[in-house]
């Protein structure tokens, strides 16, 4: 089974992407990430790489990524993902463009089998609502030619999140699923807030392993 995180530029994705990796293989699973992000050269998962491997994710990168070529491309043993018995969590590109090339792959991901995760943040431009998120994740299941599965409320706000930021996105999360026809998995949350909120809830709690590209600089 392959396991699609999809989902607008800034949605949070990437952080998603890797918690998710990284929980299955703590549930002694074999995982496999691979990044298919050969369009933003400054969030893409292959860049955490050390957390990944050092915590027993096999990960597959764009041929340059993380270096200064401009335009990265998927290396052939992309093509593993696809003969392997392991778990495999696929990090696709933002938006339309980014799913280009995921697009490529259509037909052996159906064979395969997959689900795909529609990652939304109400905090961005452009899915800042219920129709216009849904328009994003419409325009990207056309440019991939696969079929969301389930969408996942990843609302936040950067450093500034807070219990309320995740608290005013519940409603949001549930008419985007809503309007979609999909399921609401979950709403992602940083570990540091999960005793903030409503025991109720369905929380994922994750880690905040991606920054900003200022945030990158004071380390």
């Not at 691979?34 to 969030?43: E, G, L, Q, W």
């Not at 495999?88 to 259509?106: K, Q, Y």
């Not at 809503?178 to 109720?200: N, T």
Request: a negative charge.
């Amino acid at each position: 089974m392959l396991t699609i995180v999809c989902g607008h530029y800034g949605s949070g994705k990437t952080n998603f992407a890797i918690n998710y990796a990284l929980d299955k293989a703590k549930e002694g699973k074999r995982v496999m990430l691979a990044d298919m992000d050969i369009v933003n050269p400054y969030f893409t998962s292959s860049e955490y790489s050390g957390i990944l491997i050092s915590n027993g994710v096999k990960i597959i990168s764009p041929t340059f990524a993380t270096t200064n070529v401009d335009v990265p491309s998927l290396p052939a043993s992309f093509h593993s993902i696809f003969e392997t018995n392991d778990e495999v969590v696929i990090d696709a590109g933002g938006d339309d463009v980014g799913a280009t090339a995921l697009g490529r792959f259509s037909k052996k991901v159906k064979e395969k089998g997959y689900e795909m995760l529609y990652v939304t943040n109400m905090y961005r431009p452009f899915t800042s609502n219920a129709d216009d998120s849904v328009e994003m994740l419409r325009s990207i299941e056309r440019t991939c030619g696969l079929k969301a599965t389930a969408v996942v409320n990843n609302s936040h706000l950067k450093g500034l999140t807070n219990a309320s930021t995740i608290i005013d996105s519940l409603e949001y999360a549930k008419d985007v699923a809503r309007s979609a026809g999909l399921p609401l998995l979950f709403s992602v949350v940083p570990r540091s807030l999960i005793d903030q909120l409503p025991k109720d809830e369905y929380f994922y709690q994750a880690d905040v392993y991606v920054g900003t590209i200022w945030e990158k600089g004071e380390d």
